[in-house]
């Protein structure tokens, strides 16, 4: 059982470029999740889907779109890289999104914006 | 708005002592769910423990637990004989509904 799948797990970009972060859970979780983790900041909520077919923005959107692709798989993408989106990025899913659920989280992808 | 505070940015503690990481939290819910995480230096997010605010009982795990309390809106974890292993960054997180909220965490080093 892999549970949250993240690739890749290193990137470097330079300004300007786009990329897809992907995620896929397989845990038949109904919730998912993207997180950056800056020094300093902890975790801040980038974009979330609550269930299959919604999305919804979350404390830092500005420079993200989302995707979600099926159950299983909730992409994030940089359209046009800046510095300010070097960061580590987290994938996370739960059941039910709401409860005593902790989230699984993926292993990360450290993304530098150069 | 939904806070979570965790004073102490750096902590150390020697092998087999116990140490406290604080955290604070505000809010205006009455009911909300509590977790602490790991993040060793291998970055895997890992959950520690978790706490339930209608419960008055505090949360323990082996050698985890923490002291809760819902009146101060304080929600600290102990760890009792402490291991390198423990060596990580502890974050902790607040759940109202839906999202999560964290702190900005605590890096723990375990000193041999």
């Known amino acids: 059982n892999a549970g949250v799948t993240q690739t890749p797990k290193f990137q470097v970009l330079k300004t300007g470029q786009s990329m897809t972060l992907q995620c896929a859970q397989d845990?038949?979780?109904?919730?998912m999740y993207w997180y950056r983790q800056d020094p300093g900041m902890g975790l801040r909520l980038i974009y979330y889907?609550?269930?299959?077919?919604t999305t919804d923005k979350g404390e830092v959107p500005n420079g993200y779109n989302v995707s979600r692709l099926n159950k299983r798989e909730f992409s994030l993408r940089l359209e046009s890289a800046a510095p300010s989106q070097t960061s580590v990025y987290f994938c996370?899913?739960?059941?039910w999104g709401i409860g005593h659920y902790g989230y699984t989280f993926g292993s990360g992808t450290r993304l530098t914006v150069v | 708005a939904q806070t979570v505070t965790q004073s102490q940015p750096e902590m150390s503690v020697q092998e087999a002592e116990t140490v406290t990481l604080s955290c604070t939290y505000d809010?205006?819910?009455?009911?909300?769910?509590l977790f602490w995480y790991k993040q060793p230096p291998s970055r895997q997010m890992i959950l520690v423990i978790r706490?339930?605010?209608?419960?008055?009982q505090n949360a323990t795990e082996n050698r985890f637990s923490v002291n809760f309390q819902k009146a101060a809106k304080s929600f600290s974890l102990k760890i009792s004989d402490s291991q390198l292993g423990d060596t990580a960054m502890y974050f902790c997180?607040?759940?109202?509904?839906?999202?999560?909220?964290f702190g900005t965490g605590t890096s723990l080093t375990v000193i041999p």
């Open positions: 997180a607040f759940r109202p509904f839906g999202q999560f909220y």
């Open positions: 809010t205006s819910e009455s009911n909300y769910y």
């Open positions: 706490q339930e605010a209608y419960k008055q």
């Open positions: 845990m038949n979780h109904n919730s």
């Open positions: 889907s609550a269930s299959e077919g």
């Open positions: 996370a899913s739960d059941k």
